[in-house]
C-alpha cells in the first residue's frame, strides 16, 4: 500500500521548487500525495526564515499537530528548509514532537532520514555547514541541491515551472538571513541548466523561470571560459517547446546593457525585470549594506528604459528599516512615484537574529510606524499600478493561459467548460477574461477592455480568417 505524504510550503519560489523535488523524490520511495495530515504517515513543513512572521506561522502549523502525534506516534513530523539550517537542534525544544530537521541543502537525504526515523533510530539533523565552518569549497558543496529531479504534478499548472540556475548568496545584506540558510552563491553549470530545459519542455511547460537570489549575477567558469545570464539566456533560447522564459530576483548593480541587450533581441526573454530597491534614501540603503546609491538605481532605471522601453519593472521594499526617519521614508515614496514600477512587495522589517542588522542597529521604528509606512507605499504604489494598467485599455496582449480565475471560482464551478479564465502577459501582468478550460496551456490574444491596480479584463480575440480558397489539381 502507498504511503501518504502530506506537504506545507511557504516562502519563496526557491521553497516551491524544492518541494517540487522533495515530492518527486518520495514518489520514487512509495508516497503519494494527501491533503489531509490525519491521512499522513509523514508530514514535511517547507519552512522560510526571512520574516519573523513566517517562521510564526510554521510553529503554529506544528502546534495543530501535537495531539496527532501523541495519538499517533509513528507518523514522522519533518521540518526542512530554511528555518532548519538556522535554527537546527532548537527546533526540537519549541516544538519536541518534531522528528525530522533537513536544512535546503541537504534535502536528498529525506526519504533516507524518514526512514531512519521509522526504524527507530532517533530524531534525524541534516544541515549544510555555517558560512564559518570550513573552507569555501566544503561550505559551497554542503549546500549543492538536487534539481534534476522533477515532478510536473507538483506544479500549479504543467505549462511553467521554475528552474535553479543559482545557489545562495553572497551580498550579505544586513536584514537578511539567506545567505546563512541558503550558503555560499554559486551558479550551476549551463549545461544542466539547458538539459533541465529541455527535460521541462518535454514535459509540456512553455514558460520557464529561472531563479536565483540575486539571478543577473550569475557567472560559471568553466576552462577559462565564462557564461553569464545573457549567455544563458541565449541557449535556452534555443529550446523548442519553450515560449516565454523569465528570471528573478535581480540585483540592481548587475542589471548590465549586455544582459538588457538579450532582454530586448531574445524573443523568448520577457520584458520583465524584478529588480529591488528596498529604500529610496541613500543613508539606509547604505545601512542595509545594499551596494548602490540612489544615483546608481537611477542611472539603472535609465539603462532599462533606454534599451528595453518596453518594460515591466517590478521592485520589493523594506519599510521601518532601522533608523530610517520620515524623510526617509519620503524619498522612498518620492523615488517610488518617479520609478513608476508595476507592482511592489512592500515589507515590514523584522529582525533576524543571526544577521549584521541585528548586531549593529537597534530595530527603532515602531510597529504602528512601520504600519502606517507600509499602508501609505502600498496606496502610492496601488494608484501608479493602476495608471500604468489603464494604459492597456483598448490594446492586444498574449496571454499564456493558466487556469480558471480564483476571482470568480465559485464551488461547483470548477467542471464547468466556459468560465473566468487568468494568465499572464509576456511583461507578467495577470489577465482576467471568459475561455473555455479547453484554452487552458494556450497562448492566445487578448482585447483589454477594463483593468485595475492588479488585473486587466479583456476578451479573447478570434481572429477574422478571410475566406480560404480550395482549388482542385487538375490532372
Ligand atoms: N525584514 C523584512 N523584509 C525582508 N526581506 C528580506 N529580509 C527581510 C527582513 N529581515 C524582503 C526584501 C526581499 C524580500 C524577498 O523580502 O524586500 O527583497
Ligand atoms: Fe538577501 Fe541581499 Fe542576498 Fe537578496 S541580495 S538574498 S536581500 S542578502
Redo the contacts with the bound molecule.
Sequence with gaps: MSKKLYLETVG?QMNVLDSEMVVASLRKHGYSLTQDPQQADALLFNTCS??ERAEEKTYSSLGKLKRLKQQHPEKVIGVMGCMAQKDQKLIFERAPYVDLIVGPGQLQQIPELIENVISGNGRQVAVSLGRRDGSVENIKRSHETFDPLRDSEMRPTPFQAYLRIQIGCDKFCT???VPMTRGPEQGRPPEQIVAEARILADQGCKEITLLGQTVNSYRFVAEGKTTRLADLLEQLQQVDGVERIKFV?NYPKDMTRELLEAVRDLSKVSPYLHV?L?SGSDRILERMKRGYTVGDYRDMMGRIREIVPNAAISS???VGFCGETDEDFQRTVELTKECRFKNS?I??????PG?RGAEMYADDVPLDVKQDRNNELLAVQSAISEEENLQFLGQRVQVLIEGPSKLTLRKGQQDEPLQQLTGRTHCDRIVVFDGNVRQIGQTLPVAIYDATAHTLFGAVVTEEVGPTVYSLQLK
Excluded: G, H, L
Design positions: 519563496c526571512v520574516r536584514y537578511c538571513i530576483t529591488p528596498q520589493d521594499f523594506i512587495f515589507f515590514k522589517y523584522s529582525e533576524r544577521t
